[in-house]
C-alpha cells in the first residue's frame, strides 16, 4: 500500500531517499516505476512497507514478481525553452524545465477550459522515447486529463507520435510516463492538451492543470529481454 525507499553505503547507514506514499493497487503485471529523481549512489537499498496489502476482513497479503533497479539516462529536456500562452504569468512554461520539482516559483500552472499547447525547444535534434511528466507538489491531483505528443524538425509541420486519454489523477509526485514505443528523433516537441483539469465546485466547475517538471528520456529498456 505504500513504500520508503532508503540506501546505504558499505557502512550500512541508511538515509531516506525518498517516501512514495500511498499506492493504488496494479490491475495487471505493468511495470510500476519509482523514479529518484538526483539520482543515489550506494551498496545496500531498503525498502520499508507499513504493512501488506489488505484485501478485506483481517487479511493482508503482498506480492511482488521481481525487483529491479535501474540508472536511467540523462533528462534531454533540462534547461529547454518552454512556451505555452495560457499559462499563468506567475506559473510560466520556463518552469517546467529547471530541475526543480517544488511549487511556488517552479510549477506551471493553466487555468482553461479549452485546448492549451505546450512548446518545447530542446536547442538541436535529440532521439527520445519517453516523455516524463512530473505532477505539482502542491496540488499532485491537479494534472491534465489527456495529451497529444507531436514532433517536428523545423518547428513548421509536426507529426504526432503518441496519445493517451483518460489519466487518472495523481496522488503525489511519484513521476507519470508516457512511452513512445518506436521513439523519435525531434528538434521540437508538442504536447496537446483538451483542457485544464476540471474539478466540481459548489458553483460549478472550476479548471487547474499544474505541472512541477517536464523531462525526455531515451531509456534503452526498462523491462526484462
Known amino acids: 500500500p505504500d513504500i520508503k525507499f532508503y ?6 547507514t541508511f538515509t531516506l531517499v525518498r517516501d512514495f506514499g500511498v499506492q493504488t493497487a496494479p490491475t495487471d503485471q505493468t511495470p510500476v516505476n519509482y ?4 539520482g543515489v549512489t550506494a ?3 531498503r525498502l520499508v512497507v507499513s504493512s501488506g496489502w489488505w484485501t478485506g476482513g483481517q487479511n493482508h497479503d503482498s506480492r511482488i514478481a521481481e525487483l529491479e533497479i535501474y540508472n536511467i539516462p540523462t533528462n534531454l529536456a533540462l534547461g529547454a525553452d518552454v512556451t505555452c500562452d495560457d499559462a499563468r ?8 524545465t529547471d530541475g526543480d520539482y517544488s511549487f511556488e516559483g517552479h510549477s506551471l500552472v493553466v487555468q ?10 530542446l536547442g538541436e535534434v535529440k532521439t527520445f522515447n519517453r516523455l ?11 494534472f491534465i486529463p489527456d495529451v497529444e505528443i507531436s514532433v517536428s524538425s523545423d518547428n513548421q509541420v509536426f507529426d504526432v507520435v503518441a496519445s493517451f486519454t483518460e489519466l487518472p489523477a495523481p496522488t503525489n509526485q511519484t513521476p507519470v510516463n508516457f512511452d513512445i514505443n518506436d521513439g523519435v528523433t525531434a528538434r521540437y516537441v508538442r504536447l496537446t492538451v483538451s483542457h485544464s483539469w476540471a474539478r466540481e465546485e459548489w458553483w460549478g466547475y472550476s479548471y487547474d492543470s499544474c505541472i512541477a517538471e517536464l523531462e525526455l528520456y531515451n531509456v534503452e529498456s526498462l523491462t526484462p529481454p
Request: charged share 25%; no cysteine.
Open 7 to 12: 540506501a546505504a553505503g558499505e557502512d550500512k
Open 35 to 38: 523514479d529518484i529523481y538526483k
Open 132 to 142: 516524463t511528466l512530473i505532477p505539482s507538489a502542491d496540488n499532485p491531483g491537479w
Open 112 to 121: 482553461t477550459a479549452d485546448a492549451f499547447v505546450i512548446d518545447v525547444d
Open 89 to 96: 504569468s506567475d506559473f510560466p512554461a520556463s518552469n517546467l
Open 43 to 45: 551498496q545496500y537499498v
